[in-house]
C-alpha cells in the first residue's frame, strides 16, 4: 500500500465546468476527510466519511460541492459549475476510527478554474 | 466554536539557535492538539501530538489549558527542520481544524 492516492494531480477547467477528484484511502481506514487549501492557507475542512456514511459537511461548502464514498473505500468529490474561487488544493486524508486527529494525507489534487 | 491561531506565518533562525512556534487555540471542552509538518515537495504529515507527550526530531510541545496555547520548541534547529508547520485540534475523533501554518526557514 502506498497510501493516499488522488487523481487527477492537476485539473485546469473553464468556469462553470463540472469537475470530479478522486481518492484511494489506505485500505484498512476507515474514515476519509477532504480539505481544501488556498495559498497561505491551512487546510479547511470540507467534509468527512466514517465507512459510506457522510458524518459531517462544512457549513462553508456550497451546493455545488458534492462528495460521496458508496461502498466505502474511495472517494469522490464533484464540484460543479466551478466559479475561479474554486481554485485551490484539495487533499484527501485517511485515518484508523480509534486513532485521533492522526490523518494520512494524499498529494493533493489542484484545480485552476479560468 | 474551534479556532487555531499561528501568528508567525514566517519565522527564520539560524542553524543552531532555539526555534519555537506559536500556536493558541480557542475551544470550550478539553481538545487533543497536533502539529503537522510538510516539508518541501512531500505530503503534510503528523509530526506530534500533545497526549503522546513525546519527542520527535528533537521537538517538544507542552500543551497550557490556562494560557490556551501549544507551542513546538526545538534547542538547537537544523537545515532539514526547514517546512511548514500546522497546529491543529480536535475533539473525541471528529475533524481537525488547522491553523494556517507557520513557514520555518533555518539559515546556514
Known amino acids: ?114 | 466554536a474551534q479556532r487555531v491561531t499561528q501568528p508567525e506565518k514566517l519565522l527564520s533562525v539560524f542553524k543552531g539557535a532555539p526555534v519555537e512556534l506559536k500556536c493558541n487555540y480557542s475551544y470550550s471542552g478539553s481538545p487533543e492538539l497536533f502539529w503537522y509538518v510538510q516539508y518541501s515537495r512531500q505530503r503534510l504529515q503528523l509530526l506530534l501530538r500533545h497526549i503522546s507527550r513525546e519527542s520527535i526530531k528533537g521537538f517538544t510541545a507542552d500543551l497550557n489549558k490556562g494560557e490556551t496555547s501549544f507551542h513546538l520548541k526545538k534547542p538547537f534547529a537544523q537545515e532539514e527542520d526547514s517546512a511548514m508547520y500546522y497546529c491543529a485540534l480536535t475533539r473525541g475523533a471528529q475533524k481537525l481544524v488547522f491553523g494556517q501554518g507557520t513557514r520555518l526557514t533555518i539559515n546556514p
Request: hydrophobic share 30%; proline share 4%; glycine share 8%.
Open chain 1, 1 to 114: 500500500d502506498t497510501g493516499v492516492s488522488q487523481d487527477p494531480r492537476h485539473k485546469i477547467t473553464k468556469r462553470g465546468q463540472n469537475v470530479t477528484f478522486r481518492c484511494d484511502p489506505i485500505s484498512e481506514h476507515n474514515r476519509l476527510y477532504w480539505y481544501r487549501q488556498t495559498l497561505g492557507q491551512g487546510p479547511e475542512f470540507l467534509t468527512y466519511f466514517q465507512n459510506e456514511a457522510q458524518l459531517e459537511k462544512s457549513r462553508l461548502l456550497s451546493d455545488r460541492f458534492s462528495a460521496e464514498r458508496p461502498k466505502g473505500s474511495f472517494s469522490t468529490l464533484e464540484i460543479q459549475r466551478t466559479e475561479q474561487g474554486d481554485s485551490a488544493m484539495y487533499l484527501c486524508a485517511s485515518s484508523p476510527r480509534v486513532v485521533s486527529g492522526e490523518l494520512f494525507f494524499g498529494e493533493g489534487s489542484r484545480l485552476t478554474v479560468l
